[in-house]
């Protein structure tokens, strides 16, 4: 099968599960009838549950993915969606929603799969296609989403909990589809096709380069170990990756923060019986961000010398938005500023990636990356336990958007010392080399 036509597979699904629909109004669904969950309940007991399991499972999920060869993790995915949804439909407790945010958590977590799938099946020469293609399905299918959620309440074709069958059906016709990905016969770790000479390692083996490597279960557990191990090393001791990496979990954390409790502050500036335009804005939002990130990727900037200026102001403008967020009642500035804060995110950790991409071996892309990804859902978590769970502090939700602000403030402020230390560094660089040259025009004019 061509690549193209795995392409065209692998997108169906991806825009098939991202067909959710009850997403863009699910606060509004839990805190009214049939759910009647209070707001406090939503923020601080459920909510919180998928976080962690974002982050607990996140590791297993990316190992299980290079073990298993990715189809079956993508199976995995469409089928937690089914039991989540199916799960958010018949659940009436709190300890309900928790189980079905817990499969949430891994649901999101094995996507992973998805994203690194294509890259095992086709060619090198082909990676820029596949990526562009599959990440347009995505958004495709969130926009579809946003639209198709919006139409439906506007003109209350059905209500908030009849929204719920839509994304299960959806769910259930990814996972169908998913059955028709073509398996895949190698991965980066623990099924290697190419030749491998693991110096000074236990597991060294030379093959034929038409053969696959066949190793025992220990064997390719330990192979595998020594090879994610050197990559971590060769991408995390370079200290520009390191500081992109720090951008861009840290950034991760606080955006997924938003993201997820953008709905509950919403509902405090949204006056009775008035239009809710949620889907509406995910849409807009959706569109936006990709045309931003598109343009992003051919904008050509010495990022080397004003990526640190960049990140220090667009990091404190991210905080001004929050601000504005944890202050005003008006729900339309309210959206304006939501979508400007997801196009900034979107457009800097697209910088990001490719940043760090540019300077790492093409098979350690899906760990460093998941690496990033895994970072910025431990501080989530970190955050989460002590702003939103009610464990630490008690914080009403506009107290928690605070809390954010002042988080991408001191985000921004870090990387203003960074680029400050930066110029210092370059300018001291600089004078020690004009003070070469006199000295060095100094010596022909003696001799």
């Not at 499972?57 to 190992?63: C, E, G, M, Q, R």
């Not at 849409?283 to 220090?312: E, H, R």
């Not at 500023?337 to 979107?346: E, K």
């Not at 071996?361 to 002590?386: K, M, R």
Request: net charge positive; with cysteine; glycine share 6%.
């Amino acid at each position: 099968m061509n690549w193209i036509r795995i392409s065209q597979i692998l997108c169906v699904f991806g825009f098939v599960k991202e067909f959710r629909p009850n997403e863009p109004f699910i606060f509004e669904y839990l805190t009214h009838p049939p759910k009647n969950f209070t707001s406090v309940q939503v923020t601080e007991e459920i909510y919180p549950i998928a976080t962690y399991s974002n982050f607990a499972t996140l590791i297993i999920v990316f190992l299980l993915t290079d073990f298993l060869r990715y189809k079956p993790v993508i199976i995995l995915c469409g089928l937690s969606g089914v039991i989540t949804f199916t799960g958010l439909i018949l659940g009436r407790s709190i300890a309900a929603l928790q189980f079905v945010e817990f499969f949430y958590g891994f649901y999101i977590s094995a996507e992973v799969a998805y994203y690194t799938y294509i890259y095992a099946k086709v060619d090198k020469q082909h990676y820029q296609s596949v990526s562009s293609y599959t990440r347009s399905a995505l958004l495709f299918g969130r926009f579809i989403t946003g639209a198709v959620a919006q139409l439906i309440v506007a003109f209350k074709w059905l209500d908030y909990h009849q929204l719920n069958y839509l994304t299960l059906a959806g769910q259930v016709v990814a996972t169908i589809w998913s059955l028709f990905l073509p398996s895949v016969g190698q991965s980066v770790y623990f099924h290697r096709k190419e030749p491998n000479e693991l110096e000074g390692s236990s597991t060294q083996v030379i093959i034929d380069d038409k053969k696959y490597i066949n190793l025992s279960l220990y064997k390719k557990v330990q192979r595998a170990y020594y090879l994610l191990w050197k990559d971590f090393v060769k991408a995390f001791t370079n200290l520009y990756i390191i500081k992109w990496s720090f951008w861009w979990a840290a950034a991760s954390c606080g955006y997924l923060q938003v993201l997820s409790y953008a709905q509950p502050i919403w509902q405090t500036s949204i006056k009775e019986n008035e239009t809710i335009y949620n889907g509406a804005v995910e849409a807009l939002y959706t569109i936006i961000g990709g045309v931003a990130v598109y343009g992003v990727g051919k904008l050509k900037l010495n990022w080397l010398a004003l990526g640190d200026v960049i990140l220090c102001v667009f990091s404190i403008i991210m905080a001004i938005f929050l601000f504005i967020t944890s202050w005003s009642y008006n729900i339309i500035l309210q959206y304006a500023v939501y979508i400007a804060f997801g196009v900034v995110y979107h457009s800097l950790v697209t910088v990001a990636s490719f940043e760090v991409a540019s300077r790492i071996s093409e098979d350690s892309f899906g760990l460093v990356f998941g690496i990033n990804v895994f970072l910025g859902l431990a501080f989530q978590s970190l955050l989460t336990y002590i702003v939103t769970s009610g464990k630490v502090l008690k914080l009403d939700i506009r107290t928690q958007f605070v809390v954010y602000a002042g988080y991408f403030a001191v985000l921004g402020s870090i990387f203003m010392l960074i680029s400050v230390l930066n110029t210092i560094k370059l300018c001291k660089k600089r004078k020690k080399l004009v003070l070469c040259a006199e000295n060095k025009n100094n010596s022909l004019v003696t001799d």
